[in-house]
């Protein structure tokens, strides 16, 4: 890096920095020759600074401008009035440098100048005054002052601005009027001399614009000149208009440009209110650009190999396509792909007549084509090749541009012998561009090699560029890792010699090229205060964290240049001389209070440039930030905005092929505020619905999750500015983000989206097996880039059978055309990429139709006959990934002549129905060619790596049923070679891409040993006794898949947004996923709820839970906001926004029309649940039956007194059927897939910050583990799943030095693993698998005891045939079983009956729940989750018919059957309060008594449990509270009585069986009662015991208990689903226990669950002015009914004289307010 660092001519630092010494050791007596005076030796110590490296030696620093009285760094520096002027246009800056620590320290330096007499000012006063003069306005309409073709206007508030020198500041003058133009007016236009822009020259000055779509200032006709009406973009500055054409333009000079006569966004500056209009001829550019040819080819055309076995023709077929000439890759720097003309011609006189005569044929042939763009290629026959006399011949092009200039190359090459040189040729053009950071990759290519030869490569550079060994580089590729030794600009000359291995008679062929260093932008970022912010405080903005990708922050030099724009501009920012501070800190801005305009947006931009070396062109990005100072008098909401960017993408602008993720975080007094999207560069961003999260309690948390999609960011803008709006009590603030943008590739040759048009495909050959598909890739443009890369490649069915595509790359480069091989027969799918330097990519593809083969086409015979050690030992990696394709066709067609459908396998792990022979064949292929394909790609280039697995990957699919374990074995460490090496090689995110990793599962696959899945534990067991070889075998699978599949979840988590969606990869047997978390709000009230999901089509489960999730939170928002319903809402939303008066009349209305429509809507949304299970969900079927329900709910009939009653009674007829079961076909899609919640808060979510998580699913394990475990695995443990693990990776350096740590309480993971014949009679749970060790430890009594409990069983789901379980640790878990029994329940004795309830307001709250658990024997209720998932929590549900329930609108079904459960509760607690009271009761304690509600055990009504008070504990009129939940399951019912008059509230709690619940009373506030209820699981039926009792009175008892304490029992980890929790009678000598006796069979209903919390955290019932019960709320249920029922009329009750039924559908979390008064209850 000369000129911009001294570091290597001092000797103390470069001793420092290469690691020999150090300043830490105080060296104190060196000595060193001194420089400066000859023959004396200096002896002191360590100077860094000094050139000799001790003190008192040479200063050494870079060259130091000289300082004078006026000079400055800052504004400090200057006197009054006065600022530091930098003349940034300076060829070389004065700067001023020096030496601290080692390292230069430069900083430039200024000239103190008044600000009056700035260059800067007087523009801007120019630009104030809008280019024209003052003039005082006549009654005529004249004026004087103004020019004759100007008139004197009078403009409202007219003023001109002036500089005061008293005060060296601008002020304003007023005036009468201002002289414009008569009419406004374009003047003249003209190209640019880049020709990427017109410049059209106004008669006046215009109002400021900044890129808008030129379609709002041209007509329709002129804007298709200019690229289309939005993808053309328009600025304005004084008085010209700049419009930057699009890709598609097709302006030429002397077409004329139309501006649009009305509604133009083109106005006048003095005013606004007249528009220019007018016509102008455009004229071409002065000093118009000259394209850049490049021409490409073979170097030499050598004669056909004599060998033509089959061998031959079919490996050679790609390098059986004729030679051609291709200039494709010139490029025209206006950014046109379309050219004027393009001639051929022979350069010179060389070559033999004949040949010069076969050429000048072609010639002529290839310009007599009509269009240019088509004569690109100079293409030569079959025969015109073959015929061609030896010699050496010079070839012509010449390319004409749009714009008329031209230019030409010359190509040579030679016609050779069999003893000629081999034609060696580098791919590309002779000069190249490489970028620093990314490294540099050279590739050449050769033409046949007959058989029997093998190349030898060698590179070196002619300059002696250090980079490449003095001896050279032997490999056919050649790749020097980033950071490479060398400089912006600087130009490297390579040559390559290929010879033929052994052939000393030969003389070797050589190619040259010229590469030139291009250095990476910087990394320009600006913090700083951004939307409304208050106008009070010091502005600070910083981009000290900028960075220069190609160094490090040591040794970067960036300077800053900034600049303020105000959305009124030419209006100044600044005024005078005082404009903050951006000199004592480099890189920092400061801008002290009112310094700037408040109620003004103010833009500030900083440009940040790096040092570069004399001559090179400048590096340098830009960034922005928005804000606008407003006053703190009216508390206007406030928030930030910023870019959601994967710790890969975050230093880089984004990517406008990937959808862009906001997160807006609202300040926590405002989080209640609704917001709205704005954009002036993205269109139809206010259509996009923003994910809202919520607290842990369901209320808003101000943090929202905006995507936007691809499809709607501009691809010819360089930033896009988001607004969120933020509207809360009236008043509204703004949160903003500038986000950088890098624009795809786009296809120039189509006004669509349609990208074929810039694919060129012709079949050479159209016949399998030896098709050959010639492709060359044309029109493709970006903006940003000259130099693309090309992907070329077959887009194939995923190889794991699931819906979709995958692609499978053949070629990668920048050479522009391929020739690709293994075109199955049929219609194969040939695609193109175009790729920039970034990484963002745009593709089109073509269908090519390939004809079947000859009736006696033998596949086997060909493959027999491919000599495959030749192949294997040329060491050219095109050749053998040509080869690798072609092959590929053969062992697929083999393949599939083998019927490997069937699921046997032979030993080998071969299909048992192919012969040995095709095994053998099939096999040993595979292992040469992986093997071949390995040798030939140097695997620390990514892009190798990534080509080369391809290839096999293409190879093992194709061989699927015909690999050996050998085979195997090779595949397996191909895997681990590939992406070990890339690893290694310094891969992150951007290298490993999606379809990499897509590839390395496909290689597991292939590579799973020959264990059948359908093999028993113990045949499993007996196999690896008889051949312990497998066992090993199937160890060595295991650890490598394990170590792969979390190497791939590091890598993608690396590419996942914060908050995002997950990505996930796999093919059948394996799956990964990987997320980056977000962590929400901070400290003690931070938070992570994250769900993940691998599997077969976890992608697609993944789109319907996150749209539907987000979707619904945005029409809730909706429905609050407007305070009306909307068609297509949950009918429980819409109720809820109806007035009261009309809510009345709704739930009242009882007419034979509502209960049919409510019946049939019923009928067709549980239709449409079990279809969503089966995977065939009709959205739109769903909405409008969710309609008629809405239409019914809003009929305004007229209802009778008893309306009310017979409604729920109709209601209840319309669901008296019992629901339908879950359909078994949800099961199998959930079996498929493996989830993992995360559930973090507090210290652990911070610790979350920067960590991505990784879940692997590995199915193909199933019968692979049991295989390696062997011996180790005990005999009565049996495994019933597969392996999932979980990982974590710190994504970014923000990120702590370990993962969270997890208490398994509020912070969790929660796995739900699919299984298999899950016994529901033994004691199961998950257990971690350690690779290191082979061994199993969980808890189960028949595995070895671990130190901590890895895992806690929670439940069994019959319905998704899932287990989950709570884990604190990453790891590998596998469910396993063990002898164990489950225990069966207690039988409880029954306590005496209950006191009848007195007389007072009763109010029954009950909540369905999502989902309907099964409460059959076979289907035991499990135990709770953690207390991390209770009800206060969010919750996640993955079932197939869960997630039709909550998405599609299954709500609509759980509404009514919550009528026939209420009644039916009602029915229970009057037949509960006609009894007795108890005997024996204790006035002075709590005491229990047991509901008992009228139904059988599948009904799933449990007992209640009722905690009673003293009488008279509190007194008359004060508020009595109960409340209760049901640990982990978020459900309860709570009955609020008083006891008696006087009497505090008591509370009755149904419990869901096998789950502990609390209840409990609050006395006046000054004492309290609790009490803990649980129901019990079926005890399961003993091996050969009698069989189920099928009368009410034969079922097993229900039990219910009550304690005098509130805490919930803590289930064991060892109980299983079918376990009842451990009771809590033991816990308590209070605790009473009694049978249940269901009085009658009933259809099985859910349990109660509580409904959610309102804004104010309660359901108040208005009782009188001086007494309320309240019924607490809880936010874990989606919806809920809640009936408040007075059961006889009261005195305290005055406005409900006669019992009334009042019902009020409720969604969760809204924000409806308590009531004020009765008339508000609802």
């Known amino acids: ?388 006399p030896e010699s050496t011949y010079t070839l012509q092009a010449t390319l004409t541009s749009w714009l008329g200039t031209s230019a030409s190359k010359t190509f040579s090459f030679a016609k050779t012998g069999d003893d000629a040189p081999p034609a060696v040729k580098i791919v590309g053009p002779a000069v190249q561009t490489f970028r620093l950071s990314s490294g540099m990759r050279v590739s050449a290519a050769v033409g046949q090699v007959c058989s029997g030869r093998t190349l030898s490569w060698l590179w070196t550079s002619p300059s002696g560029w250090s980079a490449i060994p003095e001896a050279g580089s032997s490999a056919q590729q050649l790749y020097v890792a980033a950071p490479v030794a060398a400089v912006h600009g600087q130009d490297i000359v390579l040559r390559v010699n290929v010879s033929y291995a052994g052939i000393s008679s030969v003389a070797a062929g050589t190619d040259t090229v010229t590469m030139t260093a291009v250095g990476a932008a910087p990394s320009a970022k600006l913090s700083g205060p951004s939307g409304d912010v208050a106008d009070d405080t010091t502005l600070v903005f910083n981009a000290t964290t900028s960075t220069d990708p190609d160094t490090t922050r040591d040794l970067q030099s960036l300077s800053y240049t900034w600049d303020c724009k105000r959305e009124d501009y030419p209006a100044p920012c600044f ?249 199955a027969q049929g219609n194969v799918t040939v695609y193109c990429c175009a790729i920039d ?81 095709a095994v053998q064949l099939a096999s040993s292929t595979a292992t040469t060619l992986v093997t071949a394909i390995l040798g030939a790609t140097n695997l620390d280039d990514a892009q190798q ?58 290689l597991l696959v292939a590579s799973t040993p020959s264990n059948s899945s359908s093999a028993t534990t113990a045949a499993l067991r007996l196999r690896q006794e008889v051949a312990s070889s497998s066992a090993a075998t199937s160890l060595e699978w295991v650890k490598q898949t394990l170590s792969l599949t979390a190497m791939m979840a590091d890598s993608l988590g690396m590419q996942a947004t914060p908050g995002g969606n997950y990505l996930t990869v796999g093919a059948s047997g394996v799956y990964v996923s990987a997320a980056a978390l977000s962590v929400q709000g901070s400290g003690t009230s931070a938070s992570v709820t994250y769900t993940i999901r691998a599997g077969v089509n976890a992608a697609q489960q993944q789109y319907l839970t996150s749209s539907a999730s987000s979707k619904a939170a945005a029409r809730r928002r909706d429905l609050l906001q407007l305070g009306e319903p909307m068609v297509g809402q949950q009918p429980q939303q819409v109720l809820l926004q109806l007035p009261a008066e009309r809510r009345r009349r709704v739930l009242g209305t009882a007419s034979a029309t509502a209960t049919a429509a409510a019946a049939a809507t019923a009928g067709a949304v549980a239709a449409a649940a079990t279809a969503a299970a089966r995977g065939g969900a009709s959205y739109g079927s769903v909405s409008q039956e969710q309609q008629r329900l809405l239409q019914v709910l809003r009929e305004d009939t007229a209802a009778p007194e008893n309306g009310s009653k017979r409604h ?224 206060g929590r969010k919750r996640h549900y993955n079932k197939a018919a869960v997630a039709a329930g909550t998405v599609i609108g299954g709500v609509a079904l759980i509404a009514l059957i919550a009528a026939y459960l209420v009644i039916q509760r009602k029915r229970a607690l009057a037949k509960v309060a006609a009894e007795p009271p108890a005997a024996g009761g204790d006035s002075s304690s709590p005491t229990s008594s047991l509901r008992q509600p009228a139904a059988d055990r599948s009904s799933g009504i449990v007992p209640a449990v009722d905690v009673d008070t003293p009488a008279g504990a509190v007194a008359t009129g004060t508020t009595a509270r109960a409340s209760g939940a049901i640990a982990g399951a978020g459900s309860s019912s709570i009955v609020v009585r008083p006891a008696s008059a006087g009497a505090a509230a008591g509370s009755v709690v149904l419990a869901t069986a096998g789950i502990a619940a609390t209840a409990s009373a609050t006395l006046g506030g000054s004492s309290s009662a609790a009490g803990t209820a649980a129901a019990d699981a079926p005890t399961p039926q003993p091996a050969g015991g009698s069989s189920r009792p099928t009368t009410p009175s034969q079922q097993p008892p229900l039990v219910a208990s009550t304690t005098a304490t509130a805490k919930a029992s803590a289930p064991s980890p060892r109980n299983e689903a079918s376990q009842s929790p451990q009771s809590p009678a033991a816990a308590s000598p209070s605790t009473v226990v009694s049978p249940f006796q269901p009085a009658a069979p009933s259809p099985r209903l859910p349990p109660l669950l509580t409904i959610p919390r309102n804004a104010a955290g309660n359901l108040f019932v208005r009782r009188s002015t001086d007494s309320v019960s309240t019924a607490e709320l809880s936010p874990g249920a989606e919806h809920a009914l809640a009936f408040i029922t007075p059961n006889t009329p009261s005195t305290a009750v005055e406005d409900m004289q006669s019992p009334t039924v009042v019902t009020a559908i409720l969604p969760r979390n809204t924000s409806a307010r308590a009531p004020a008064s009765c008339e508000d209850q609802e």
């Open 575 to 823: 005024t005078g001389a005082d404009q903050g501070d951006s000199t004592s800190s480099p890189g920092v801005w400061q801008l002290a209070p009112g310094l700037l305009t408040s109620g003004v947006l103010h833009t500030i931009t900083v440009t940040v440039s790096k040092a570069v070396s004399q001559g090179a062109s400048p590096l340098s990005a830009t960034a922005s930030v928005s804000f606008k100072p407003r006053s703190t008098a009216l508390p206007f909401p406030r928030g930030t905005l910023s870019r959601q960017c994967s710790a890969a993408e975050c230093a880089s602008p984004h990517n406008t092929d990937k959808d862009l993720t906001l997160m807006l975080v609202m300040e926590s007094q405002f989080r209640e505020a609704t917001v709205t999207w704005s954009s002036a560069e993205i269109d139809g961003i206010a259509g996009v619905n923003a994910t809202a999260a919520t607290l842990t309690d369901g209320s808003p948390s101000g943090t929202y999750l905006l995507t936007i999609p691809s499809a709607y960011l501009p691809t010819n803008l360089a930033a896009a500015t988001i607004t969120a709006k933020m509207l809360l009590n009236g008043l509204d603030g703004s949160a903003m983000v500038t986000v950088p943008l890098n624009s795809a590739p786009a296809c120039t040759l189509s006004d669509t989206d349609d990208n074929s048009a810039c694919l060129s495909v012709e079949l050479t050959s159209s016949t399998f097996p030896t098709a050959v598909a010639s492709v060359r890739a044309q029109g493709w443009s970006d903006a940003q880039d000259t130099q693309l890369s090309y992907e070329f490649g077959l887009r194939v069915a995923r190889s794991d059978g699931g819906s979709g595509t995958e692609d499978r790359a053949q070629q990668l480069g920048v050479i522009s055309s391929a020739a690709l091989v293994g075109l």
């Open 837 to 917: 330097s970034q990484g963002s990519r745009t593709c089109g593809s073509s269908v090519a139709v390939i004809l079947p083969p000859s009736a006696d086409f033998d596949a086997m015979s060909s493959l027999s006959s491919v000599d495959l050690t030749q192949l294997s030992e040329s060491g050219d990696q095109a050749s053998i990934i040509q080869a690798a394709a072609q092959i590929s066709l053969l062992t697929a067609y083999m393949a599939a002549s083998s019927d490997t459908g069937s699921s046997s396998k032979v030993a080998s792990g071969a299909s048992a129905k192919a012969s040995d022979s």
């Open 1 to 388: 890096m000369q000129g911009t660092t001294q570091i290597a001519a001092r000797a103390g630092q470069m001793c420092a920095q290469l690691g020999v010494c150090s300043t830490a050791l105080k060296c104190y007596s060196l000595t060193a020759a001194s420089i400066n005076t000859p023959r004396t030796n200096l002896t002191g110590s360590l100077d860094l600074c000094a050139a000799e490296g001790v003190t008192g030696g040479k200063k050494v620093t870079l060259p130091s401008a000289s300082t004078t009285a006026s000079s400055c760094r800052s504004r400090s520096d200057c006197g009054s009035g006065q600022v530091c002027y930098f003349d940034t246009s300076a060829a070389v800056k004065p700067r001023v440098c020096g030496c601290e620590a080692g390292n230069d320290v430069c900083y430039d330096i200024g000239t103190c100048v008044s600000y009056c007499d700035l260059n800067s000012t007087v523009t801007q006063l120019e630009r104030l005054n809008s280019g024209i003069s003052t003039c005082t306005p006549t009654d005529n309409g004249s004026g004087t002052g103004c020019a004759d073709n100007e008139l004197c206007v009078q403009v409202a508030n007219c003023q001109r601005w002036q500089c005061n020198a008293a005060s060296q500041s601008l002020v304003p003058v007023s005036c009468d009027g201002k002289c414009r133009p008569k009419d406004l007016k374009p003047l003249s236009a003209k190209i640019s001399d880049d020709g990427q822009s017109v410049v059209v020259t106004l008669n006046a000055y215009a109002t400021k614009l900044s890129s808008v779509p030129c379609g709002r200032i041209f007509d329709a006709a002129s804007s298709a000149l200019l690229g289309g009406a939005s993808a053309a973009m328009c600025s304005t500055s004084d008085n010209t208009l700049t419009a930057k054409m699009g890709p598609t333009a097709k302006l030429m000079p002397g077409n004329s440009l139309t501006l649009l006569t009305s509604t133009s966004a083109l106005v006048g500056q003095v005013d606004s209110t007249l528009v220019f209009t007018g016509s102008v001829t455009v004229d071409s550019c002065t000093a118009c650009v000259v394209p850049k040819v490049a021409l490409a080819g073979p170097s030499a055309i050598t004669t056909p190999c004599t060998d033509s076995s089959s061998s031959s023709s079919l490996l050679q077929a790609a390098g059986a396509v004729p030679p051609s000439f291709d200039a494709s890759l010139s490029y025209d720097p206006s950014g046109r792909t379309t050219w004027s003309n393009v001639q051929w011609s022979l350069a010179d006189s060389s070559g033999s007549a004949g040949g010069r005569a076969t050429l000048q044929a072609a010639i002529d042939r290839t310009n007599a084509v009509s269009s240019p763009n088509s004569r690109l290629v100079l293409s030569l026959m079959t025969t015109e090749a073959n015929s061609l």
């Open 945 to 1002: 790596a990534s080509l080369a697995l391809s290839s096999i990957a293409t190879t093992v699919s194709s061989s699927a049923g015909l690999l050996n374990d050998a085979a195997k074995s090779t595949v397996l460490q191909a895997a681990v070679s590939i992406l070990q090496g890339v690893v290694d090689a310094g891969g992150s995110g951007s290298t490993i891409s999606s379809t990499f990793c897509q590839h390395i599962t496909t």
């Open 1208 to 1431: 729920h009674r109709q209601l209840l007829e319309a669901t008296s059927a019992p629901p339908p079961a879950t359909p078994t076909s949800s099961s199998v899609s959930n079996s498929s897939v493996a989830e993992a919640q995360i559930v973090l808060s507090g210290d652990a979510a911070v610790s979350a910050i920067g960590y991505s998580v990784g879940l692997s699913y590995i199915t193909a394990a199933a019968s692979e583990l049991p295989a390696a475990l062997g011996s180790g695995l005990p005999t009565n443990v049996t495994l019933r799943s597969s392996l999932v693990s979980f990982t974590w990776k710190a994504a970014s350096s923000d990120a702590a030095a370990s993962p969270p740590s997890l208490d398994g309480n509020s912070s969790y993971i929660l796995l739900r693993i699919p299984v298999t014949a899950y016994d529901v009679t033994k004691v199961g749970t998950c257990v971690l698998y350690d690779r290191t060790t082979n061994n199993l430890y969980g808890n189960l009594t028949d595995l070895q005891p671990s130190t901590s409990s890895p895992a806690t069983f929670i439940k069994y789901d019959a319905a998704s045939g899932s287990v989950n379980c709570r884990i604190t640790t990453a790891g590998a878990y596998v469910v396993a079983q063990g002898s164990e029994a489950v225990a069966a329940p207690p039988v409880a004795e029954s306590p005496p009956p209950p006191a009848a309830p007195p007389a007072g307001l009763v109010a029954e709250i009950g909540v369905i729940p999502t989902t309907l658990p099964d409460y059959s024997s076979k289907n035991p209720v499990a135990r709770p989750p953690p207390p991390g998932e209770s009800s």
